[in-house]
C-alpha cells in the first residue's frame, strides 16, 4: 500500500503555471521519507502533549500557587501552538496520501523544495505565506505612542 501511495503522491495534480518539472524532486521514494518523517514528527507531537498535563496541587502558600499559575498558563500556550503544528503536520500527511503533496494551499503553485526540506508540513508558498502574514500587520492596531510623553509638559515650561 505504501508504494501506491508513493506513486500517487509523486505526480502532484498540476494547476495552471505549475509545470510538473518544479515538483520532479518529490521521487515516490522522497515522499515516502518525508511521510515517514511527518509521521514520527506526529507520533513525537502528540507524545508531548500526553506528557503536559498537569496536575493541580492544593497545597503551598501563595508564591508556589503564583509559579503553578504561570506555569499552566506556559503550558497551554504551548499545547495551542503544538495543536496547530499537528493539524499541519496531519493535513500535509493527507496531502501526500491524496497527491496534492507540494502544492501551495491557495495558489495551487509548487511550493520550492527549500522550503519543504525546512518545513515539509507547509501549506503555503513563500510569497503566499508573505502576503498573510502583510495583511495580518496592517490589520493589526497600532501601538501606543509613548515618544510623546513629557512633550508637553516642557513645552509649558
Not at 494547476?15 to 518529490?26: E, M, T, V
Not at 494551499?105 to 526540506?117: D, G, H, V, Y
Amino acid at each position: 500500500m505504501t508504494k501506491k501511495v508513493a506513486k500517487k503522491a509523486a505526480k502532484p495534480k498540476a494547476a495552471a503555471g505549475n509545470p510538473a518539472k518544479d515538483l520532479a524532486w518529490l521521487t515516490p521514494a522522497k515522499i515516502k521519507s518525508i511521510r515517514t518523517e511527518l509521521v514520527a514528527l506526529r507520533d513525537d507531537i502528540l507524545k508531548t502533549v500526553r506528557k503536559q498535563s498537569i496536575h493541580e496541587v492544593d497545597n503551598g502558600d501563595s508564591v508556589d500557587q503564583a509559579s503553578q499559575s504561570i506555569e499552566k498558563e506556559l503550558m497551554f500556550e504551548l499545547s495551542d501552538n503544538e495543536r496547530t503544528t499537528l493539524d499541519m503536520v496531519e493535513a500535509a500527511i493527507r496531502k501526500i496520501d491524496n497527491g496534492t503533496y507540494g502544492l501551495c494551499e491557495a495558489t495551487q503553485k509548487a511550493i520550492t523544495r527549500a522550503r519543504l526540506e525546512a518545513i515539509p508540513y507547509a501549506r503555503y508558498s513563500i510569497a503566499y505565506q508573505n502576503q498573510l502574514e502583510q495583511k495580518v500587520t496592517e490589520a493589526a492596531e497600532p501601538g501606543l505612542d509613548f515618544s510623546v510623553i513629557g512633550e508637553t509638559e516642557r513645552a509649558g515650561e
